[in-house]
């Protein structure tokens, strides 16, 4: 069988996971097909399948509309944010204002109390908290360009935005906002209601036993969910896809290390799949420190054992150029750096923190790079629009090589691991960001809070 990654067997995973299955919505049975599938494929390999479950919200929309009532225009097409509060089951009726900036004086006491359609998009988080201040009645998102779906998610924002109330929050196009604007609209109802309920969400994995260390382990992982609506063709059927691809062709060709091979449910809620996987490595890892049996320097619990995760998150688009993030060693950096310009493959090396699942890691002291393609394709992102049709098989094939490569001069053939297992301390702001992800994690997976505590704090 071909051990080569193949973008075109990559890409009918997609087309699998993006168009057969659909939206994969944290703790949805689409999720749980996407898990299924993605154990399927492992055994297909001769793999043996591991799944990690964990209950999580599920709330479904079960009523949602935007009436303009003056002038009487009836109906626009709009979309609820995912978090928002509902309506009262009558609506919500009130003045309608624009708002095209969040600061003085476009905002004022005279947003108080009214409908503000905010021509500002992709503002949803704590840079809403100087609108929300002065008390709005409900708030309409306009999207950033025409024609485009509007982007309807925001990760944990009912955190973000404390102490301001969230108030309920809708979406409508570009196009949609011009109508108004051009019909003088006075005044409008917003209906939001939702049915609150838990479900259950998984992690999965399988492991290329290492040959000659197999107590040495590399992840390789992609998140499987997307958020509601979204097919999540390129965020991130492709990163699971490509996830495959590579479990595929190591399962056959063997690796010194481990590789361990996983897919994460509910990326999009808040890095809660890959937490629930650190988190129960944490706790055991804890409990065997403190057992008679573990000796220090000398001993390794699985969590120590874990030198490094590779992360893929949002990969494929024909158009875009290809980032990592390392949230590692320099070492990390410059040897991707140097296979990159190796192979011919151009690569940016991003700062900052990528919001994705290798910072769960990151929080229990494993090092990790995440790598993801950017540029205008991301404005599908989270939308109806991130389908199958944005991808091209030979950029997954790109993709695919460059991590053939550097998982196999590094975990599979290498006789010693390259790279230091350390994490960087961030400057004060990062550092929150990771906090703020772990306290919240551990919250959410109702798991023991001193999880959430860092190396010597
Ligand atoms: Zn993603």
């Known amino acids: 069988m071909n051990q080569e990654f193949d973008g075109q067997r990559a890409f009918r995973h997609i087309e699998y996971l993006s168009k057969t299955i659909g939206a994969r919505v944290s703790g949805t049975p689409q999720e749980k097909q996407a898990a299924d599938y993605v154990q399927n494929e492992f055994k297909s390999y001769g793999l043996k399948p591991v799944e990690l479950d964990f209950d999580v919200d599920n709330d479904v929309t079960t009523a949602y509309q935007f009436e303009i009532l003056e002038p009487a225009l009836g109906e626009i097409p709009a979309l ?78 009912k955190e973000t935005n404390h102490p301001y109330q969230l108030v309920p929050t809708f979406h409508i196009t570009y196009d949609s906002a011009v109508k108004l604007w051009n019909a003088g609209v006075k005044r409008a109802r917003l209906t939001l209601q939702t049915a ?27 998140h499987m969910d997307s958020v509601p609506r979204d097919p999540g063709a390129t965020d991130n059927a492709a990163g699971t ?13 063997g690796s010194f290390r481990t590789l361990r091979f996983a897919a994460w449910g509910s990326e999009e809620g808040g890095l809660v799949g890959s937490f629930k996987y650190v988190l129960e490595l944490k706790k ?9 049996d573990y000796i220090e320097g000398y ?24 980032a990592y993030n390392v949230v590692g ?28 699942d290798h910072l769960s890691f990151a929080n229990v002291g494993v090092p990790g790079v995440s790598f993801q393609r950017e540029g205008v394709g991301t404005h599908y992102m ?36 390259p790279f230091e297992r350390s994490v960087p301390t961030f400057s004060p702001a990062l550092q929150e960001q990771l906090v703020r992800r772990i306290r919240y994690a551990v919250k959410y997976l109702g798991m023991d809070p001193e999880l959430a505590k860092q190396p010597g704090s």
């Not at 001993?299 to 290809?322: A, F, R």
């Open 299 to 322: 001993s390794k619990t699985e969590l120590e054992q874990h030198l490094l995760n590779i992360n893929l998150d949002v990969l494929g688009m024909s158009i875009g150029h290809n």
């Open 382 to 417: 989270h939308t109806a629009g991130d389908t199958i049709d944005l991808i091209d098989p030979r950029q997954l094939k790109v993709i695919g090589d460059l991590q053939d490569v550097l998982i196999s001069r590094t975990a599979a053939q290498g006789y010693v691991w």
């Open 284 to 292: 055991r890892h804890l409990q065997e420190k403190s057992s008679p």
């Open 80 to 157: 609820p944010l995912a978090g928002s509060p509902d309506t009262p089951p009558e609506g919500l009726t009130g003045e309608v204002v624009f708002v095209e900036a969040l600061q003085p004086p476009y905002v004022g006491p005279h947003i108080e109390g009214k409908i503000v359609i905010l021509a500002n998009d992709g503002l949803l988080g704590r840079e809403l908290q100087p609108l929300l201040k002065f008390k709005p009645l409900a708030l309409v998102h306009v999207g950033h360009t025409m024609g485009l779906d509007p982007n309807t998610f925001h990760v944990i924002m």
């Open 329 to 356: 060693p320099q070492a990390v950096k410059d040897y991707i750096h140097a296979l990159t310009c190796e192979m011919g493959v151009r690569h940016i090396c991003a700062d900052g923190l990528y919001g994705s």
């Open 241 to 253: 896809a490509t996830m495959l691809e590579l479990a595929r062709i190591f399962s056959q060709r």
């Open 196 to 222: 609150r309920g838990r479900g259950q969400s998984y992690a999965v994995y399988a492991d290329v036993k290492g040959s000659l260390f197999p107590d040495e382990i590399v992840v390789i992982a992609g």
